[in-house]
């Protein structure tokens, strides 16, 4: 998929663990494995937001668009 989910690097930079963060953003911590995993076919901006709250950053830093390589590059 093209859409990356860049959560484990906003966690590596806040210095938290996955548990504190679905604890402050009221999931559970496989709902947030599933979503760090890129498992997930959607978000909830409700969710997008609470992570932007919890981690003090953008959602252009959780969520990043990388294009498919395309065949024969």
């Known amino acids: 998929m093209p859409i990356v989910i860049n959560v484990d690097v906003m966690l590596a930079k806040r210095k938290m663990h996955s548990g504190e963060l679905a604890e402050k953003i009221g999931i559970s ?29 953008q959602p252009g830093d959780i969520l990043e668009y990388v294009p498919p390589k395309e065949e024969g590059s």
């Open 29 to 57: 911590a496989a709902n947030l494995s599933i979503l760090k995993t890129g498992k997930a076919k959607a978000i909830r901006f409700t969710t997008l937001e609470a992570i932007c709250k919890a981690l003090d950053c």
